[in-house]
């Protein structure tokens, strides 16, 4: 069994800065992509930042510039990196990943899991 579990949410005025993290753990045998989406009250989820296992990254236009996500391979870790906040990025932030497990001898196909989101709330 596989879970992401986030932390470093809270609350921040404008131009502050918020660091997430995201910790993997359970019968792992490989991580591929990770990402953070996030949603606001009353509107779809959307993409914010994804970053390969070799380190590649893509961000949304909206936080280009703002926000770096990285990953710590050894640690199962993704981390998104916050600043210059603004109102609009209050939301719930969730992070993903593309995972292979196993379950005793047997490798399961990857698979897209989830955390179960943390709040992050700009307002002065």
């Known amino acids: 069994q596989v879970q992401l579990v986030e932390s470093g949410g809270g609350s921040v005025q404008p131009g502050g800065s918020l660091r997430l993290s995201c910790e993997a753990s359970?019968?792992?045998?490989?991580?591929?992509?990770m990402g953070w989406y996030r949603q606001a009250p009353g509107k779809q989820r959307e993409f914010v930042a994804t970053?390969?296992?070799?380190?590649?990254?893509n961000y949304a236009d909206s936080v280009k510039g703002r926000f770096t996500i990285s990953r710590d391979n050894a640690k199962n870790t993704v981390y998104l990196r916050m600043n210059s906040l603004k109102p609009e990025d209050t939301a719930v932030f969730y992070c993903?990943?593309?995972?292979?497990?196993?379950?005793?001898?047997?490798?399961?196909?990857?698979?897209?899991?989830w955390g179960q989101g943390t709040q992050v709330t700009v307002s002065s």
């Open positions: 970053i390969t296992s070799g380190g590649s990254t």
């Open positions: 359970g019968t792992i045998f490989s991580i591929n992509a």
């Open positions: 993903t990943a593309n995972i292979g497990s196993y379950r005793g001898y047997v490798h399961l196909p990857d698979y897209d899991y």
